[in-house]
């Protein structure tokens, strides 16, 4: 099976809701999602975009950079997870929330800094990388096998 390279690009934050609905579309029934990226490069803000496009309460959607995860509920009700690995320095201080317990609930799971805990991802984990371009704007990126 041929993997197919998807791009979307972000030009400004006014852009973030409409890459944010075709990202979900793009991405299909993937539920574990990977955000690759430098520090600054907009994980957190395309995640909270994300959040957004499927109901969850705005004010509820922050940045999981102590707790490691947050879950929200989207508008239908359905649990999802938003993960920060940015802390984490041990393979273990994973294994100590229940990271597989997230991960094979079934349920959307958002990671950033994944790099952290590489080894413990899924064969079937989606990895989006954000870029950076010259004029500010964001090119989101990532290959799915799956046709």
Known sequence: MQAMTHQIHIRDLQDLD???GE???????????????????????FTTAVCKRLGVSEDAVSSPTF????????GSGEPMY??????????????DIGLYDY????????????????ELLPEQTLKVHIRVNP?????????????
């Open 103 to 118: 991960l094979d609930s079934g349920s959307l799971c958002l990671m950033e800094w994944p790099e952290n805990i590489e």
């Open 135 to 147: 004029d500010n704007s964001r090119t989101l990126s990532w290959e799915d096998g799956r046709q």
């Open 67 to 74: 707790a490691i995860v947050n879950e929200y509920r989207t």
């Open 18 to 20: 409409r890459a944010a």
């Open 82 to 95: 938003h993960f920060d690995f940015y802390r984490i320095e041990r393979l273990e201080e994973a294994y």
């Open 23 to 45: 990202f979900l579309e793009a991405i299909g029934d993937n539920k574990l999602i990977a955000f690759y990226a430098p520090m600054g490069a907009g994980k957190t803000t």
